[in-house]
């Protein structure tokens, strides 16, 4: 059983940093796998949204555009491990963020569809003051 989770979140006022991390924990052949993440997040009131992900394989990335030029996920080499910096946040980004993940030797798709994703975290909360 592979698991996710993610830590990093709190509160932080508008304008403030914050960097959240997924931790892959289960079987290596997995874990070690080249495979889709991506982060998601989730206000009341609102769906689910992709927010950025990465193949771990070739460390492309792709972005949601309200947060391009804010959110980064860095592209190294790390397969265990998948961060993502936010920069210049705004209440509006206040939401559970969540990390999910394809199946190991999956390649991401050209967009975030939460229904492609097999493996999901329990959640970190991310609460943006104004």
């Known amino acids: 059983q592979v698991q996710l989770v993610e830590s990093g979140g709190g509160s932080v006022q508008a304008g403030g940093s914050l960097r959240l991390s997924c931790a892959a924990i289960?079987?290596?052949?997995?874990?070690?796998?080249?495979?889709?993440v991506a982060w998601f997040r989730q206000s009341p009131g609102k769906e689910r949204e992709g927010v950025a992900q990465i193949y771990t394989g070739d460390r492309s990335t792709l972005y949601a555009d309200y947060v391009k030029g804010r959110f980064t996920i860095p592209r190294n080499n790390a397969k265990t491990t998948v961060y993502l910096e936010m920069n210049s946040l705004d209440p509006e980004d206040t939401a559970m963020y969540y990390c999910a993940a394809r199946g190991g030797g999956t390649r991401c798709r050209v967009s975030m569809d939460e229904t492609d994703f097999g493996y999901w975290g329990q959640g970190t909360q991310v609460t943006v003051s104004p």
């Open positions: 289960g079987a290596a052949e997995y874990t070690y796998m080249s495979r889709c």
